[in-house]
């Protein structure tokens, strides 16, 4: 019943964050509703309102949440309809690392330090938040194929990771067949008159370094989950072949750049992601305009990586600004 509500809590009560549920309506038609709720020291920091179903098979959902709690609400919305059955909470214990940031201005980039597990299949689990508090992302990484690959490598957590300021260095010193090691660096920018985070962009630069006497052959995928004001139903479209994007939900758009890059592809959750996780692809310059869950990635195709070199690849994340080149900013080289 509207109301109703089932508290979780850690046995000795410390925070933890929460990534995933399982759901499912048992009879295939509109299940119940309810409110998924975060609270840290008695104050609501996340929600997820009017969690409902209508499928009879199981399906996981990303919780959207960014940040510990200390207990989690499940609190009855709507009544009279079909049940809605939760399961398969996947949760985090304050023991995994803490979580890395980056701030400028009233802007902030908030990182999972671990990296990955096994519910951020796509890179980095982070927040990008135009202003503090007021998130634009899910998820965002890498692939990586070379010719000693028989299919994309998902970007690994980091051997290391610096927060400093506004920028973010993370390393990894051996990756995918070939062996190659990587430096990505991640700068934020809040570009809004007075620093009041209401436009600004994230810059992710990624190096790529061949150690050994070998020439390789890169394909790069750089993936997006991007979720502009917390929606989860975005519009989004093309501002260039075959480079830049635009994800619009209410007034806000977050812009996704690949620099250079040889194609995109756009689908809803999760279909680009289990495509890049499976098999060796291209990509195919589908998906917009689009209306949906939005992800997306870019593909640098067959690039050289000379023997004992390296390459580097740059994408942007931007909110409420251009993310490309200003000067080509309509289409125009």
Do not use: C
Not at 21 to 41: C, E, T
Not at 89 to 116: C, K, Q, T, Y
Not at 270 to 289: F, K, Q, R
């Amino acid at each position: 019943m509207p109301g109703d509500t089932l508290v979780i809590t850690h046995v000795d009560g410390h925070p933890f964050k929460i990534h995933s549920f399982d759901l499912y309506a048992p009879y295939g038609s509109p299940s119940d509703a309810v409110d998924i709720i975060g609270r840290l020291n008695g104050v609501q920091t996340e929600i997820l309102a009017g969690v409902s179903t209508s499928s009879h098979e199981w399906a996981t959902r990303p919780s959207g949440f960014n940040g510990y709690i200390d207990e989690l609400r499940i609190v009855g919305a709507t009544p009279d309809a079909d049940s809605l059955y939760l399961d398969n909470l996947v949760v985090e214990g304050e023991s995994i690392p803490p979580l890395g940031e980056i701030v400028h201005g009233a802007s902030r980039m908030v990182f999972r330090a671990e990296g990955l597990d096994d519910w951020a299949d796509g890179g980095f689990g982070h927040s990008l938040e135009f202003p503090v508090g007021v998130d634009h992302a899910i998820e965002s990484g890498w692939f990586l194929r070379t010719g000693s690959d028989t299919s994309q490598v998902r970007q690994p957590g980091p051997d290391t990771a610096e927060y400093h300021g506004d920028s973010a260095t993370f390393t990894w010193a051996d990756v995918g067949a070939a062996g190659l090691s990587a430096t990505l660096t991640v700068t934020l920018r809040d570009s809004s008159p007075g620093l009041l985070g209401t436009r600004g962009s994230a810059n992710w630069t990624l190096t790529l370094s061949n150690p050994s006497g070998t020439p390789e052959v890169v394909n790069l995928f750089a993936y997006s989950d991007l979720i502009p004001d917390g929606s989860m139903k975005v519009e989004a479209d093309l501002v260039r072949d075959y480079d830049w994007l635009r994800a619009t939900s209410g007034m806000t758009e977050v812009e996704f750049f690949g620099r250079g890059a040889d194609g995109y592809q756009v689908t809803a959750w999760s279909d680009l992601l289990d495509l890049l996780n499976s098999v060796t692809t291209t990509l195919d310059n589908s998906g917009t305009p689009f209306i949906g869950d939005f992800t997306a990635a870019f593909h640098w195709q067959d690039r050289p990586l000379p023997a004992n070199g390296s390459v580097t690849f740059n994408w942007v994340h931007s909110v409420n600004e251009l993310a490309g080149d200003r000067l080509f900013g309509n289409g125009f080289e």
